[in-house]
């Protein structure tokens, strides 16, 4: 009986080892996989925000159209693995996240086909040479305590999906520059109002804390009727939109009326992307625009023009530009290709599409001067501003909204010389203005690092007559003036289809 006991005490405490050890063991595999563990979901992390930003940096050259830039360009025909030097834009992107710059990393970038992103609507445009880029990073990453137990190895992997996306045009009005003081300002007493289209109605880019500015107690915005219950445009049923701003100051510094729905100040509201950035600059025209003289109530001048009668404009080429003055200009369709000098309309100039106008054929598109068949595009590619309307009527109709110019009346080369302070472009004045079609008036945000180099656009109302715009104002800085009403009638209904750069997986 002793024996047995003392064999049993034995084998006891054999027991409460063996179970120590095992517990011993399990607590050091229980910290292993939670420290472990720990590092490989930093590390999963990490992949992830490199994959992101390889495929909008990819994404982001595609939409740029350098894909063929030396260095950092690259082949959209097949896909590739980048080494640990790379330069190509969407490897850079992954290296300066910290992924690709070591033998144990993997970054693959990839063009999958349509189907790859089920329920997203990309780009038709041609111009751009991929509207779907995937990049794919892995990484072996070595364990530590659970190395003891199990694989010295574990890899971690992401991937991430960008395309060019075609999107309704986010905001009326969008002031693009990134760091301007004053980026919006509002002199004298000028109303704005804009009825219906979209629920944001304004957007202010710069990060600035005096990015809004207004001098002038009765300086007015008037989004009461904004957004898209208004559904005719024309101030009637809308009940309001918000206006939307990144830097300050964080209440409005002008007498804002938002609607009931409710609109709102939002401030500090997330940048908004150029929706025109991708529309490609027009070629230069092959031949030149014509300026004929009709005299009052012969031809298409009418009889209204006496005295002085009226100047017929055809598209094309104007190696100096336009300075019309004490006419009635009338412009047949097409594009108007100002290379240096600017386009101005000013001292007593009145400005009308030509009816009937003669179908152009030079753009292929088909534009006739009609709401529905779109009229002309003026494109200004060097130095000199746009300036329209000092004292007479204007009445101009912009380029088709589904052509490849997207609605756009008045398009600024992307870097063209700075257009400020007394070079400004300038809208309004003594007359009545109807354009009917989109103000596209800024440089790219890589012109507007050097803070001083953007495009301005002074907007004036007046007290006889209003300024009424169908269409978007998209500039680098934008100043309202005057003592009359500006208006934006907006249709919800007829929307501007637009592309832009999004991650969808």
Request: proline content about 7%.
């Amino acid at each position: 009986m002793r024996s047995f006991v003392k064999r049993y005490k034995e084998e006891d405490g054999q027991t409460i080892v063996l179970a120590a050890l095992a517990m011993s063991i399990f607590l050091f595999g229980a910290i292993g996989l939670a420290i472990d563990g720990a590092h490989m979901y930093a590390q999963r992390q990490m992949a992830q925000t490199a994959a992101d930003a390889a495929a909008m940096g990819g994404i982001m050259t595609a939409f740029g159209g350098t894909t063929g830039a030396a260095g950092t360009g690259f082949s959209t025909t097949g896909s590739f693995t980048c080494t640990t030097t790379d330069t190509r834009t969407p490897c850079a992107y992954a290296s300066k996240n910290g992924f690709g710059g070591s033998a144990s990393d993997t970054v693959t970038v990839s063009f999958p086909p349509s189907t790859a992103a089920p329920g997203v609507v990309l780009s038709p445009d041609p111009a751009f040479k991929a509207t779907l880029i995937q990049a794919t990073v892995t990484r072996n990453v070595s364990t530590t305590l659970m190395a003891l137990l199990g694989p010295t190895v574990s890899t971690v992997s992401a991937s991430a999906m960008a395309a060019i996306v075609s999107v309704d045009a986010p905001v009326p009005i969008l002031i693009t520059h990134p760091t301007l003081s004053q980026a919006l300002s509002m002199n004298g007493n000028p109303n704005v109002q804009i009825c219906g289209g979209p629920g944001r109605s304004i957007q202010v880019n710069s990060n600035s804390g005096t990015a809004n500015y207004a001098v002038g107690s009765k300086a007015t915005i008037d989004l009461s009727h904004a957004g898209p219950l208004d559904t005719n445009g024309n101030c009637s049923t809308g009940t309001g939109a918000d206006f939307g701003t990144l830097g300050g100051p964080s209440s409005p510094p002008f007498n804002f009326l938002p609607g009931t729905k409710p609109g709102k100040f939002l401030q500090p509201a997330q940048a908004i992307h150029d929706p025109l950035a991708g529309v490609a600059a027009p070629p230069v025209p092959a031949t030149a625009g014509t300026q004929t003289h009709q005299n009052a109530g012969t031809g298409i001048c009418p009889a209204a023009a006496a005295p002085l009668g009226c100047t017929v404009l055809t598209p094309g080429l104007y190696p100096s530009g336009l300075a019309l003055t004490t006419t009635t200009a009338l412009m047949q369709p097409g594009i108007y290709y100002m290379q240096t000098g600017g386009f101005s309309c000013a001292a007593g100039c009145n400005l009308a599409m030509a009816s009937p106008a003669v179908p152009d054929v030079t753009t292929g598109t088909g534009w006739d001067g009609t709401v529905a068949g779109g009229g002309v595009l003026i494109y200004n590619s060097g130095t000199g501003p746009i300036k329209i309307g000092a004292s007479g009527t204007v009445n101009l109709i912009g380029s088709k909204a589904d052509s490849s110019y997207k609605n756009i009346l008045f398009f600024e080369d992307h870097s063209a010389p700075a257009n400020t302070g007394s070079k400004a472009h300038k809208i309004g004045g003594g007359g009545a203005l109807t354009l009917l079609g989109t103000i596209y008036l800024t440089n790219d945000l890589a012109t507007m690092a050097d803070a001083a180099h953007y495009q301005e656009l002074d907007l004036q109302g007046n007290p006889a007559s209003g300024t009424l715009i169908q269409g978007q104002i998209i500039v680098g800085a934008l100043g309202l003036g005057g003592t009359g009403g500006i208006t934006m009638n907006l249709n919800p209904s007829v929307t501007l289809v637009v592309s832009q750069v999004a991650l969808v997986n």
